[in-house]
């Protein structure tokens, strides 16, 4: 039995925010859970997807957010607790289903937890989606432990179905990735079955119909005010003439900072858990028992800007402040807390020294794993493309082919842009264009830039990297899986076959780990390309991890410098792999040697240089 499925009313457990997470929905008998991964929410799904068949929940691993969204609220509809869970850009994509189905409602209770990024950890952004709520007009939670992360979720059913509506959960990557002592409930016996009951009226939204579920919205808003105004995540800490108002992650860094400045005697805490919609009320009361006011949030001033409207209406008359002292940008900490608190109301506080850092350490930027194969494809495309070729990337590992030496990215804006921003390149520039994208993303969101791009004749190499899985969050499924713990199997949907169906003509399938094979393929289609078109190379080749992962397999040889690399140097240097290292010999010259602990076996190398030579490894 799955570790989340065990223990009962009153033991605790040391979670993740993720896991907490989890385990507020099993307690809240949810039995339909949709996601694409994510970080920092991919946790919540893959731990769904290891348990779902122990409790006959349906597990779903969507295409995209949108799709996650649309599945789950059809379950909702039909009276079974549903759970999406996505990180902040995620929703970007969710949206459109979204804002809707704030009007249409649910049945059953629907959570959605959004987990933003501040400080960019593995994003193109840290948007703030607090913003989503006060848009789309539903109520919001933000968690700041794990525990409230699990009280939060079951509380978000109890509104979802008192209300019918969804209700999010914003969270950030400190929260989903913490850990922390939680209490346990019980779990409930569910079912993944429902009913639904036909209402055109309600459920079709036509313009009339929108008419008249915006005025409902609207009414479930005045009531849900209530609800925030009694919420018992909202809290009041200290006796002091000094207001903090905060809400999230940020409230255990006010608590900190407040201790370590020894002012907790002259400080008064208002910590809000539900601040959608934002407990007016209760804030105009707390500004009438304290001086000043400072505001204590990551990113956007979106509670300070609702505080000063409170302040306004109230009458109060002390100094507010919020961005003026807190950072708007990254996450916040303990000393920013600090020096915020110390700047606004006058306290004493030097920030500490930091021990000064070595100016020579060695730097570790991210890297491609050795052998993996997107590195042999960049290599290859560089060579038979160089420098002229412009070349827009999009999200995965391949991303990492930014960095030196294979340099491989010119511009990135969003997951699947890769494809339609190449198009527009192409009928703008008099260059070569190559765009690379990797299949789970274009399942994702690539379809479509691809389908645009042949309607309107765009002239670009699409080079769409086959690896059978989603690396970057954890190897999780997607439509084109080729491999199982069963071993190799057909996909239930064929990229190849999708990308002939939108209309490509010129489509190769090649083996990057074969060099001198997957450079010839370039070279014709790079020939073919002065003729006008979209052409597509689908590299193919598993993830390494995976495929050990889902197969079981052991690694036979590994290749080691057996003879002179000198002619070699420049291409094993454009390679790039982690597993070279490189000194310099008597005459002063680049060596290289190969570490073998690193090396995957993957052969590239030997094939670039006759003085690498493979050596099979023990039993």
């Not at 008064?268 to 949030?297: I, Y």
């Not at 493309?385 to 827009?392: C, L, M, Q, S």
């Not at 899986?481 to 399938?509: N, Q, W």
Request: with cysteine.
């Amino acid at each position: 039995m799955h570790e989340l499925l065990t223990g009962t009313q009153g033991d605790k457990k040391f979670l993740l925010g993720n896991e907490a997470i989890i385990r507020g929905a099993l307690e809240s008998g949810v039995r339909f859970v949709a996601a694409y991964p994510g970080t920092p929410s991919s946790e919540i799904i893959d731990g769904f997807a290891a348990l779902g068949p122990d409790i006959g929940a349906e597990v779903e691993y969507s295409v995209n957010e949108k799709v996650s969204v649309e599945s789950a609220c059809a379950a909702a509809q039909c009276g079974v607790r549903s759970l999406c869970s996505m990180k902040h850009v995620g929703l970007n994509v969710a949206s459109d289903a979204f804002m809707t189905l704030a009007y249409v409602g649910v049945k059953a209770g629907m959570v959605i937890v959004c987990a933003d990024d501040p400080s960019l950890h593995s994003s193109q952004n840290e948007q703030d989606n607090r913003y989503y709520a006060k848009m789309a007009g539903v109520p919001m939670l933000e968690p700041a432990t794990p525990q409230e992360a699990k009280d939060m979720i079951a509380a978000g059913y109890i509104l979802s179905e008192k209300h019918g509506m969804p209700v999010l959960v914003r969270t950030t990557t400190r929260v989903n990735h913490c850990r922390g002592p939680v209490s346990l409930g019980e779990i409930p016996e569910g079912t993944v079955k429902g009913t639904f009951s036909r209402d055109p009226l309600n459920l079709v939204v036509v313009p009339m119909v929108g008419r008249k579920l915006h005025l409902k919205l609207l009414e479930k808003l005045s009531a849900l005010r209530e609800e925030a105004e009694k919420s018992p995540f909202n809290t009041e800490e200290g006796a002091g003439p000094w207001g903090i108002v905060t809400s999230g992650v940020s409230a255990l860094y006010v608590s900190d900072a407040v201790q370590e400045l020894g002012v907790t005697d002259r400080v008064r805490v208002l910590k809000l858990g539900m601040t959608h919609p934002f407990p007016e009320t209760l804030v105009a009361d707390f500004l009438g028992r304290v001086e000043s006011v400072l505001v204590v949030e990551e990113l956007e001033p979106f509670v300070e800007e609702a505080v000063r409207v409170a302040a306004q209406k109230s009458g109060f008359r002390g100094k507010i402040a919020g961005k003026e002292f807190v950072p708007r940008a990254f996450e916040l900490d303990s000393v920013k807390v600090k020096e915020a608190i110390s700047r606004f109301f006058g306290v004493d506080y030097q920030r500490p020294k930091i021990f000064p850092v070595p100016e020579n350490l060695p730097a570790r930027p991210p890297n491609l794993c050795p052998g993996c194969p997107h590195r042999a494809t960049f290599y290859s495309v560089k060579k038979v493309f160089g420098e002229e070729a412009v070349y827009p990337t999009d999200i995965g590992c391949y991303t990492l082919g930014l960095l030196p030496p294979l340099q491989m990215a010119d511009f990135l804006i969003c997951m699947g842009s890769s494809i339609a921003t190449a198009g527009g390149f192409s009928r703008v520039l008099d260059r070569p264009v190559v765009a690379f994208i990797g299949d789970s993303t274009f399942f994702h969101s690539g379809i479509t830039g691809l389908i645009n791009a042949v309607t309107h004749d765009r002239r670009l190499l699409l080079v769409l990297l086959d690896n059978g899985t989603t690396a970057m969050t954890g190897h999780q499924p997607h439509p084109g899986v080729r491999l199982s713990r069963e071993g190799a199997r057909e996909p239930k949907v064929d990229v190849e076959a999708i990308v002939r169906g939108c209309g490509v003509r010129t489509v190769a399938v090649v083996n990057p780990l074969q060099v001198k094979k997957t450079q010839q393929v370039l070279q014709d289609i790079k020939a073919g390309m002065k003729n006008g078109g979209v052409s597509v190379l689908i590299s193919r080749s598993p993830c390494p991890l995976f495929e050990r992962r889902m197969l079981g397999t052991t690694q036979k040889v590994v290749f080691s410098v057996s003879g002179d690399c000198g002619p070699c140097r420049d291409d094993l240097a454009q390679l790039g792999c982690p597993a070279f290292v490189w000194s310099k010999d008597e005459a002063g010259s680049s060596c290289v040697r190969i570490n073998e602990v690193l090396c995957s076996g993957c052969s590239v190398c030997a094939q670039l240089c006759d003085g690498i030579k493979p050596k099979k490894l023990s039993a």
